[in-house]
């Protein structure tokens, strides 16, 4: 899915209206320029991993959320892990397969809207058909990578964590990839610095806006210029 067609890109999600309007105004380089695909476990984390030293639930490049993993946890698992949703919405984004969304820290909102796009602070999304976890995203800084980059985490030193640049684009983020998933970091706020030779966009200041885990095999096509 591309941002100017169908729903756009998180229109209506917090952490995401900056990186909306900037998708929107500038041309969109592909994100293939900084997918790595990584075996390490210091990266994409391990089976075992659950939190952090701080507390904090890890997010993996593998497809993990603490002890939740996509394409082989349920409801039942979700619910387990995360407590009752505040809030839940099935649906379906145009001619993607129909989901499941169970909303936290929503604040009086649904799950997310008509189109499937992430109204609450953290939205788990299953596939309605299997039942298995699809999709997270999460703006709450309770979530963490291995490196220690959460939501608010600095444009500077998530770079340095990670050892590679943030780039710009449909959205300005961060992209690591497995067979099995991809963790995907979005930034707000900062400015793009253009360079020419070769020509990309590299995110100055700003934070991370939000982060989502999401399925290599299974995919609700709500989420704009990251899931495509």
Do not use: W
């Not at 659950?50 to 979700?78: K, N, Q």
């Not at 983020?173 to 966009?201: I, Q, W």
């Amino acid at each position: 899915m591309i941002c100017p067609g169908g729903t756009a890109a998180f229109p209506h999600a917090r952490a995401a209206r900056h990186t909306y309007a900037l998708c929107m105004a500038r041309p969109r380089i592909a994100f293939t320029t900084i997918v790595v695909v990584l075996a390490a476990a210091s990266l994409s984390g391990s089976v075992s991993a659950r939190t952090t030293g701080s507390g904090r639930v890890l997010v993996t490049a593998t497809g993990h959320v603490g002890p939740l993993r996509v394409d082989e946890s349920d409801r039942v698992d979700v619910i387990g892990s995360a407590g009752k949703p505040e809030a839940e919405r099935r649906g379906r984004y145009a001619s993607y397969a129909p989901f499941d969304a169970l909303g936290y820290g929503c604040g009086g909102e649904p799950a997310t809207d008509s189109a499937g796009v992430p109204m609450c602070k953290t939205v788990f999304y299953l596939d309605a058909k299997s039942g298995k976890l699809e999709l997270f995203y999460t703006e709450d800084d309770h979530y963490s990578n291995l490196r220690g980059v959460r939501v608010g985490t600095t444009t500077a030193v998530a770079e340095a964590r990670m050892h590679r640049l943030v780039i710009g684009g449909c959205l300005d983020g961060l992209r690591v990839s497995t067979k099995t998933g991809f963790l995907f970091m979005g930034f707000k706020g900062g400015h793009d610095r253009v360079h020419r030779h070769p020509y990309y966009l590299h995110l100055v200041g700003g934070h991370v806006g939000f982060m989502v885990v999401h399925s290599q095999r299974l995919n609700p096509g709500v989420l704009d210029c990251i899931d495509s």
